[in-house]
């Protein structure tokens, strides 16, 4: 690999960074001089400032006026990981809970710090050049897009769905993926597809409070199966519960869960289609987050191992591009027939001009380079959100430390109420999403979601120090 100024400059940070988290460089250390730095590592003074530079935006270090740079936070300062959760007894009915409808209505708000939406901040996408791409497109469409698609999709689109397979180790066709509108259009299609009202479904636990929405939606009942939040659903618990619950499918998020940030192992992934092969069962896999990685690599699906067709991969470019242009799709295996039927009764095709404009986008390159920097970004102030979950929450607290995605999910003492935390924090213009929402059980009272998709300020910083405030309080 070529050694580029790029490269070197984070090659160094890293050095430096893992440093750092061996406690070889501690707390109030100070670190050379750039001028040092530079002479030590034999490169320009340009890529040691800009070594310094990345490491400071991670808050690891800090500059001192006429004195250099200086340690400034440890990985090791970062509070423990919450333990997975117990398992039920049995599955539930859905309910749709007014929690959930309370933090929907103040999401839209405008003066409200939102640290409740799992997703990016407007400023961290292309619209730019993805407006470039809608006009591009406008121009390129026969009727300037008036026109129905094809009920499979946009073939261009379909096409580059299918090539960008390949960072995931898939080995898919254009004729493979239906595009959708959205991913929970996605998901509604796959779910639809393989159940049938009365059925049980298995959810990771905490799971989404959208997926326990949809599948009250379809009247399906929902088995919360444990998860750590690590590796992400317990296995040897699934395998067992299946016959015994008589599960009819699984709905999970192995990349990046949300609300954990549990991202499932290669070798899990595998023995999980293993499983469900076993059983006959499918596997709805919501990838929504697999492309917002923070690691060298993409993680790979569950559909990757999958040789006989049970797996529904679902996704969309909501997350990580244009949320308001609804561009999903899915990789329904052998239940591609059944999907383009529910797709042709349900909505008969896909909005032409914004899937024609996506598809004009990752055929110019554009994509790929848009995602290194908002993965750069997003690695970023995770790390300056958990910094300050470190330095401004009680120290019972436990967080997750996701490698991907948008969310923590912190476990405060068990006398916090989150819900009762929500309502006072929304008094001081600031929201987050309360544990309660993601169980159809009574548990979680004591967690919330954490998003860290605004970019790091001083309002940011201030919101979490007020939270911290708030939390102390309510526990006396």
């Known amino acids: 690999m070529l050694k580029t100024a790029e490269h070197l400059y984070l090659q160094i940070a890293d050095r430096i960074e893992q440093l750092i988290e061996k406690d070889v460089l501690k707390i109030g250390d100070k670190l050379p001089s750039v001028r040092m730095l530079s002479k030590e590592q034999g490169v320009s003074l340009s890529t040691a400032f800009q070594a310094y530079y990345h490491l400071e935006g991670k808050g690891l270090i800090e500059p001192r006026p006429k004195s250099g740079y200086y340690i400034r936070f440890s990985p090791r300062k970062l509070r423990d990981i919450p333990k997975t959760c117990e398992p039920v007894k049995k599955a539930s009915e859905v309910t749709v809970h007014e929690m959930i409808d309370r933090v929907f209505a103040h999401m839209a708000a405008d003066n409200i710090l939102k640290f409740s939406i799992a997703a990016a901040a407007d400023s961290l996408l292309p619209a730019a050049k993805i407006s470039k791409s809608m006009v591009q497109a406008l121009r390129n469409m026969p009727g300037n897009g008036i026109g129905y698609e094809s009920i499979q999709g946009n073939l261009q689109l379909r096409r580059q769905i299918a090539r960008m397979s390949i960072l995931w180790g898939g080995v898919v066709s254009e004729e493979d993926v239906v595009t959708t509108n959205g991913c929970t259009d996605a998901l509604t299609l796959s779910l639809c597809a393989v159940t049938q009202p009365g059925d049980t479904i298995a959810l990771e636990s905490p799971s989404y409070y959208g997926s326990l929405q949809l599948a009250a939606s379809l009247g399906l009942k929902v088995l919360e199966v444990p998860t750590n939040p690590v590796t992400g659903v317990e296995l040897d618990y699934l395998d067992k519960a299946i016959p015994r619950h008589n599960i009819k499918a699984c ?51 569950c559909k990757t191992f999958d040789e006989s067709g049970i797996v529904l991969a679902c996704n969309s470019f909501s997350k990580s591009l244009a949320p308001g242009y609804r561009v999903g799709w899915t990789l329904p295996g052998k239940y591609k027939e059944k999907v383009l039927r529910l797709k042709r009764n349900h909505s008969i095709a896909c909005a032409s001009l914004p899937h024609a404009a996506v598809a004009h986008f990752l055929e110019n390159g554009r994509y790929e380079h848009h995602l290194r920097s908002m993965r750069k970004q997003l690695h970023t102030q995770s790390l300056r959100y958990l910094q300050a979950v470190a330095d401004y929450f009680p120290e019972d607290t436990l967080v997750t430390r996701p490698m991907g995605g948008f969310v923590l999910w912190l476990a405060l003492n068990e006398n916090i109420n989150t819900y009762e935390l929500y309502e006072l924090a929304l008094k001081n213009k600031i929201s987050f999403a309360p544990g309660r929402i993601f169980s159809l059980q009574d548990r979680y009272r004591n967690c919330m979601r954490l998003s860290y998709g605004n970019p790091w300020n001083k309002q940011v910083e201030e919101g979490i120090k007020t939270l911290g405030k708030l939390i102390r309080k309510l526990k006396g």
């Open 251 to 301: 709905l999970f998020v192995t990349n990046f869960n949300n609300p954990l940030g549990s991202c499932m192992p290669d070798t899990h992934k595998r023995e999980l289609v293993h499983i469900l092969e076993k059983h006959g069962i499918p596997l709805i896999e919501d990838d929504i987050y697999g492309d917002i990685y923070f690691g060298r690599e993409r993680p790979a699906l």
